[in-house]
T-cell receptor
Framework: ETGVTQSPTHLIKTRGQQVTLRCSSQ?????VSWYQQALGQGPQFIFQ???????GRGNFPPRFSGLQFPNYSSELNVNALELDDSALYLC?????????????FGQGTRLTVV | DQQVKQNSPSLSVQEGRISILNCDYT??????FLWYKKYPAEGPTFLIS?????DKNEDGRFTVFLNKSAKHLSLHIVPSQPGDSAVYFC??????????????FGKGTHLIIQP
């Protein structure tokens, strides 16, 4: 049990809508990262939050945005949903500054855009 | 442009034998490598990692080997057990910029352990 929980587990949205996904980090972790995993692909890094600030982003447009709260929980927001946004969205928490920095993942949110 | 490549989409191994999963990378700035295991409908689970300054790390049945000159790493599972059947992802971290330490993943290898 990693302690990282995501909600909801499944979601269906219509193209053009907006969606908010939530993540509760593992206790003691101060960094949260979000990944998108399309079918048949490995997870792709969207962005990372540390001390409530975004401190790095992968190759994703600005309509993907996020928040990190003082308790280190996090949200991923996606505006103007497109069909290609259908994927498994994974949240991972880690402890920044550690030599290991193993990231622990939640079970993911399966988003379907129709 | 894939920086982390797992060229075998699937691998079938008999129970009790050795499973060897391979991974190649192109970014010489990667400083840390990790293997994750994923079952359907679950998030990836951390298995084992290795720093770029080492060439081997062992944890029970799992050993990861790193060959920096070849930009290649491998995961060995000995002996393979039925519960090892899953998708295995190789991942790498580039922390040279000191910013985010997001991971770059390969596409995964589906390991099937046959009885």
């Amino acid at each position: 049990e990693t302690g990282v929980t995501q909600s909801p587990t499944h979601l269906i949205k219509t193209r053009g809508q907006q969606v908010t996904l939530r993540c509760s980090s593992q206790s003691g972790h101060n960094t949260v990262s979000w990944y998108q995993q399309a079918l048949g692909q490995g997870p792709q890094f969207i962005f990372q939050y540390y001390r409530e600030e975004e401190n790095g982003r992968g190759n994703f447009p600005p309509r993907f945005s996020g928040l990190q709260f003082p308790n280190y929980s996090s949200e991923l927001n996606v505006n103007a949903l497109e069909l290609d946004d259908s994927a498994l969205y994974l949240c991972a928490s880690s402890l920044r500054g550690g030599s290991g920095t193993e990231a622990f993942f939640g079970q993911g949110t399966r988003l379907t855009v129709v | 442009d894939q920086q982390v490549k797992q060229n075998s989409p699937s691998l079938s191994v008999q129970e009790g034998r050795i499973s060897i999963l391979n991974c190649d990378y192109t970014n010489s700035m990667f400083d840390y490598f990790l293997w994750y295991k994923k079952y359907p409908a679950e998030g990836p689970t951390f298995l084992i990692s290795i720093s770029s300054i080492k060439d081997k790390n062992e944890d029970g049945r799992f050993t990861v080997f790193l060959n920096k000159s070849a930009k290649h790493l491998s995961l060995h599972i000995v002996p393979s057990q039925p519960g090892d059947s899953a998708v295995y992802f190789c991942a790498a971290r580039d922390y040279s910029g000191g910013g985010a330490d997001g991971l770059t993943f390969g596409k995964g290898t589906h390991l099937i352990i046959q009885p």
